[in-house]
């Protein structure tokens, strides 16, 4: 039997529809065998196709138009990824495509928030959308609370949903102007072409619309939610919030569900002070965070890059894949009694390394220590010696190293216990190298 081949079309060819195209031709192979299918890229769509194709070594066989409309007569395509960006445009090619029976994977929040009642009309005939990369890039919210939650009743969510203004704030903790912030978050291309949309809220409030929508299935308009950005917040606010208040500010799109009737729901952009201690306040920079309280689940957080090329192809690339496997049905996808995964030799295993060590505490101790160590190749990161007080016969010492394969570290470890002044109790921890 001819294998099933799933036809894929991207329009729009900027950073993300790039990075789309990239991943889905470089992961094809591995994507084709789970699916028991051929993934294939069949057209692309975008003002000046001809350069971008060439940019990206297109074959041939790759149908190019300048025309997001061509697309929809375009025979045999089952998935149309809608990248443009922008509201009308990018409009009509996701109702014409879903009115007319293809499936589409999208990335545009401000389509998703503005034009939610046409979209779900136009999938009328049973068309699917799905849409993980609108809200928070990377992280799996959206399939989350549309589908793995479904069971719970979800009570509230409160996400840091936009990049930007989490970058600015988090950068004025380290002593930057806002300004200076703002600048930095656009040199690094996730702030929108105009910031106020950033600043004001309103980029969380489209992203805090979509997630009601899958929520509750209703629409709520972005421009109904009450919504305040961080424009009138200083330097001093941040730091007064954090010195006198153990506080941090953070720019909250909150969403709180009743569920004791038809679902009610409560929603707003704010900025929310945070104490330093809850997990909100770790996140900085750009990185996105979730937390869902849903019943009978419990708090539940999501956190990671929020915005940028390679996290919003591969939360576009996951649902291609999502939907092909939909498509696919029944088709029997590459065998579950795959053969063991091959284990890398533990000794490769490669680790900054934490050793804690009873010393005598005379001289040369430490140096005999430091050769082992560099008789492997191990290279010291740090030497701690806390002082016991008085004129203690053995000493601790911490060392940490940079990293080194777990083989050779054993190894002078092991020449390190031979040391006659090194007392056989000792602790060893690998340490979190990112
Ligand atoms: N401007 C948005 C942000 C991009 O800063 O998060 C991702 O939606």
């Given at each position: 039997?001819?294998?099933?081949?799933?036809?894929?079309?991207v329009?729009?060819l900027?950073v993300?529809g790039?990075?789309?195209?990239?991943l889905?031709?470089?992961?094809?192979?591995?994507?084709?065998?789970?699916?028991g299918?051929?993934?294939?890229?069949d057209?692309?769509c975008?003002r000046?196709v001809?350069?971008?194709?060439?940019?990206?070594?297109?074959p041939g066989?790759?149908?190019?138009t300048?025309?997001?409309?061509?697309l929809?007569s375009?025979?045999?395509?089952?998935?149309?990824?809608e990248?443009l960006?922008?509201?009308?445009?990018?409009r009509?090619l996701?109702v014409?495509a879903l009115?007319?029976?293809?499936?589409?994977?999208?990335?545009?929040k401000?389509?998703l928030?503005?034009r939610w009642?046409?979209?779900?009309a136009?999938r009328?005939?049973g068309?699917?959308?799905?849409?993980?990369?609108?809200?928070?890039?990377a992280?799996?919210?959206?399939q989350?609370?549309?589908?793995?939650?479904c069971?719970?009743?979800?009570?509230?969510?409160y996400?840091?949903l936009?990049?930007?203004?989490?970058y600015?704030?988090?950068?004025?903790?380290?002593?930057?102007?806002p300004?200076?912030?703002?600048?930095?978050?656009?040199?690094l291309g996730?702030?929108?072409?105009?910031?106020r949309?950033?600043?004001?809220?309103?980029?969380?409030?489209?992203?805090?619309?979509?997630?009601?929508?899958?929520?509750?299935?209703?629409?709520l308009?972005p421009?109904r939610?009450?919504?305040r950005?961080?424009e009138?917040?200083?330097?001093?606010?941040v730091?007064?919030?954090r010195e006198?208040?153990?506080?941090?500010?953070?720019?909250?799109?909150?969403l709180?569900?009743?569920?004791?009737?038809?679902?009610?729901?409560?929603a707003?952009?704010?900025?929310?002070?945070?104490?330093?201690?809850?997990?909100?306040?770790?996140?900085?920079?750009?990185?996105n965070?979730?937390l869902v309280?849903?019943?009978?689940a419990?708090?539940?957080?999501?956190e990671?890059?929020?915005?940028?090329?390679?996290?919003?192809a591969?939360?576009?690339?996951?649902?291609?894949?999502l939907?092909?496997?939909?498509?696919?049905?029944?088709?029997s996808?590459?065998?579950?009694?795959a053969?063991?995964?091959?284990?890398?030799?533990?000794?490769?295993?490669?680790?900054?390394?934490y050793?804690?060590?009873?010393?005598?505490?005379?001289p040369?101790v430490?140096?005999?220590?430091?050769?082992a160590?560099?008789?492997?190749?191990?290279?010291?990161?740090?030497?701690?010696?806390p002082?016991?007080?008085?004129?203690?016969?053995?000493?601790?010492?911490?060392?940490?190293?940079?990293?080194?394969?777990?083989?050779?570290f054993?190894?002078?470890?092991?020449?390190i216990?031979?040391?006659?002044?090194?007392?056989?109790?000792?602790?060893?921890?690998?340490?979190?190298d990112?």
């Amino acid at each position: 039997m001819p294998q099933r081949n799933i036809r894929v079309a991207v329009a729009g060819l900027g950073v993300v529809g790039r990075e789309t195209v990239r991943l889905l031709q470089e992961r094809a192979p591995r994507l084709s065998r789970r699916l028991g299918a051929e993934l294939t890229l069949d057209a692309v769509c975008d003002r000046q196709v001809a350069r971008e194709a060439r940019a990206l070594k297109l074959p041939g066989c790759v149908f190019k138009t300048r025309d997001p409309q061509a697309l929809l007569s375009r025979p045999g395509l089952d998935v149309i990824v809608e990248v443009l960006g922008g509201l009308e445009d990018a409009r009509r090619l996701v109702v014409g495509a879903l009115a007319g029976g293809r499936h589409v994977v999208t990335a545009n929040k401000l389509l998703l928030s503005r034009r939610w009642p046409a979209l779900q009309a136009a999938r009328r005939h049973g068309a699917r959308l799905r849409f993980e990369a609108a809200v928070g890039g990377a992280i799996p919210i959206v399939q989350s609370l549309g589908e793995s939650l479904c069971a719970d009743r979800v009570e509230a969510v409160y996400g840091i949903l936009n990049g930007t203004t989490n970058y600015i704030l988090t950068r004025v903790e380290e002593g930057l102007t806002p300004e200076a912030a703002l600048s930095e978050a656009q040199a690094l291309g996730f702030a929108e072409k105009d910031p106020r949309l950033d600043l004001s809220g309103q980029d969380t409030a489209q992203k805090v619309s979509v997630l009601a929508a899958v929520l509750t299935g209703a629409w709520l308009d972005p421009r109904r939610i009450p919504c305040r950005g961080i424009e009138g917040l200083g330097a001093e606010d941040v730091a007064f919030a954090r010195e006198e208040l153990g506080r941090a500010p953070r720019l909250l799109g909150a969403l709180r569900l009743d569920w004791s009737g038809d679902p009610r729901v409560e929603a707003h952009v704010f900025p929310t002070l945070v104490p330093l201690s809850h997990p909100l306040a770790a996140v900085r920079r750009q990185r996105n965070a979730v937390l869902v309280r849903a019943d009978p689940a419990g708090d539940l957080l999501f956190e990671g890059p929020g915005a940028g090329a390679g996290p919003t192809a591969s939360a576009v690339v996951g649902d291609v894949f999502l939907l092909a496997r939909e498509l696919l049905g029944a088709a029997s996808p590459e065998s579950p009694a795959a053969a063991p995964a091959e284990l890398a030799p533990a000794e490769d295993s490669v680790s900054p390394f934490y050793l804690r060590l009873r010393a005598m505490d005379r001289p040369g101790v430490l140096a005999r220590v430091a050769q082992a160590l560099g008789r492997r190749g191990i290279s010291i990161a740090s030497i701690h010696q806390p002082q016991s007080g008085g004129r203690a016969l053995w000493a601790q010492v911490v060392l940490t190293t940079h990293p080194a394969a777990q083989g050779r570290f054993d190894d002078a470890l092991a020449d390190i216990l031979r040391i006659p002044s090194i007392s056989p109790r000792h602790a060893v921890l690998r340490m979190l190298d990112a």
